[in-house]
Structures are given as structure tokens and as C-alpha cells.
């Protein structure tokens, strides 16, 4: 089985514009690149997994949020970087939706799982948001939540909710870079 790493997309990879739509806006995190980049130096199959409520919401479209996405994967390829895919869940709570793709439910990560032959207990959550740590949780996955993005504040819901996080990081970087350092991820 493969392992892969999923990682949140708005406030992990690039800085959270709320709603982004325009894809001339994204801007990466610093080191984000280059931590995806490493991550597909080791082997690991890199998924991005977001949840889009804005489309639900009404404040952007599924085009607007694919838009964004072909955007970031150009972008990441300036870079010697690459993605495997990118799932996002366009439904939100609020308004009736029920869904299991909504982080912390674990329905895009059992999507990527069946498409790749994921073993989930040796992958990879990266967030930085509770939501991103608990679906990490939820799969069984090493689970590390990014100080970048809302990772600051939501570090205390996690504290106050007793969600387990594998590690704390000071971004997308450094959470790779330990886990390769504590040998979680082996070397190549």
C-alpha cells in the first residue's frame, strides 16, 4: 500500500484569503513549495483535501474554486512541485448539507485511499485548522496542525477538545521535515 500526506489547502499551502476566488491572488506560505516538493522526494503520493463552504454558502463557485486549484498546481510546478490530486468538499452544515466529505469526516481521504491504494495508518494529515487535526485523527493518521493560518487559535480548541496532534509545527515545512526527522517518514 501506498502512504500519502493530505493537506489542507487555505492557511497550509497558501495564505487564507476567506473565499478565495481569484486564482491571481493565491500566494504561498513560505517553505510550502518546498515541503510539497520534499514530499514527493520521499515517495509519498501528496493529496490536497479542503473544505469549500463557501460554494454552499452561495460566495463562490465550483469553478471559481477549480480555477484556484489549477492555479495552485501551476504554481507548484514552478517549483519542481506536484500534486496527485486535490478533493474539496462544497457542502456546509448550515445549510442542510450533509455529507461525509467535510473535514473531519474522513470521505476524501477514503476517496484518495481507493484511487491510490492508501494505507491511511501510515499517512499524513497537515492543517491548520482542528478540523484538519480530528480528520487526521478519525483515519487513524499521524495528524500535525500548522501554526500558519488559524493554526495559532485553533490550537487551543484542540488542547480544549482533546484532539490528539502528532505534532505541532510552525508550517507545511517543518511538520514534513520532522516527521522525516523522528524517522516516521523514512529517508531516500
Request: aromatic share 8%; charged share 30%.
Amino acid at each position: 500500500m501506498t502512504r500519502a500526506i493530505f493537506i489542507d489547502r487555505d492557511g497550509t499551502i497558501n495564505i487564507d484569503k476567506d473565499y478565495l476566488t481569484d486564482p491571481d491572488k493565491l500566494e504561498f506560505i513560505e517553505g510550502s513549495p518546498e515541503a510539497i516538493a520534499l514530499a514527493n522526494k520521499l515517495g509519498l503520493k501528496v493529496v490536497v483535501i479542503s473544505n469549500q463552504s463557501g460554494v454552499a454558502r452561495g460566495l463562490m463557485t465550483i469553478e471559481q474554486v477549480e480555477n484556484v486549484n489549477a492555479r495552485l498546481v501551476e504554481m507548484l510546478k514552478e517549483h519542481g512541485a506536484m500534486v496527485d490530486a486535490i478533493y474539496y468538499c462544497p457542502h456546509h452544515p448550515a445549510n442542510g448539507d450533509v455529507c461525509t466529505c467535510r473535514k473531519p469526516d474522513i470521505g476524501m481521504l477514503i476517496r484518495a485511499k481507493e484511487k491510490f491504494d492508501i494505507d491511511l495508518a501510515s499517512s499524513f494529515v497537515v492543517g491548520d485548522k482542528w478540523s484538519d487535526v480530528k480528520c487526521g485523527e478519525n483515519a487513524g493518521a499521524f495528524a500535525s496542525l500548522v501554526l500558519t493560518g488559524y493554526g495559532e487559535t485553533d490550537y487551543r480548541r484542540c488542547i480544549d477538545d482533546r484532539i490528539k496532534i502528532d505534532y505541532l509545527a510552525k508550517n507545511l515545512y517543518d511538520s514534513i521535515t520532522n516527521f522525516v526527522q523522528k524517522k516516521i517518514i523514512p529517508k531516500r
